[in-house]
Nanobody, 123 residues
Framework: QVQLVESGGGSVQAGGSLRLACASSGYSYRRYWMTWFRQAPGKEREGVAV????????YYADSVKGRFTISQDNAKNTVYLQMNSLKPEDTAMYYCAAGYPVVWSRPDDYKYWGQGTQVTVSS
């Protein structure tokens, strides 16, 4: 019933930009914290940014502060991640997740996940 679908990934050169989108359906998304995670080969899945529309709250991983911006379009039930000044270290599969986490950056705290979209940044 609850569906999350990511899009917008691709390949860019270092310093470039991408905008990811997560379209949601099947639930009232204002009830959930919605988070972007990423996972690179051989690394643990890590939280990138989270937004809670009900409280107007956002948080970011230290590694992306000042470069990434999370936002929502309530009319479209879509969460965005604007990624600027991309670095090779940002290369990963990016996932959208929804839940009511105790700790926003812990993957196990989220119930619903999208399929992921690949971001590759070359030097």
């Amino acid at each position: 019933q609850v569906q999350l679908v990511e899009s917008g990934g691709g390949s860019v050169q270092a310093g470039g930009s991408l905008r990811l989108a997560c379209a949601s359906s099947g639930y009232s998304y204002r009830r959930y914290w919605m988070t972007w995670f990423r996972q690179a080969p051989g690394k643990e899945r890590e939280g990138v940014a989270v937004i809670y529309s009900g409280g107007g709250t956002t948080y970011y991983a230290d590694s992306v502060k000042g470069r990434f911006t999370i936002s929502q379009d309530n009319a479209k039930n879509t969460v965005y991640l604007q990624m600027n000044s991309l670095k090779p270290e940002d290369t990963a599969m990016y996932y959208c997740a929804a839940g009511y986490p105790v700790v926003w950056s812990r993957p196990d705290d989220y119930k619903y996940w999208g399929q992921g979209t690949q971001v590759t940044v070359s030097s």
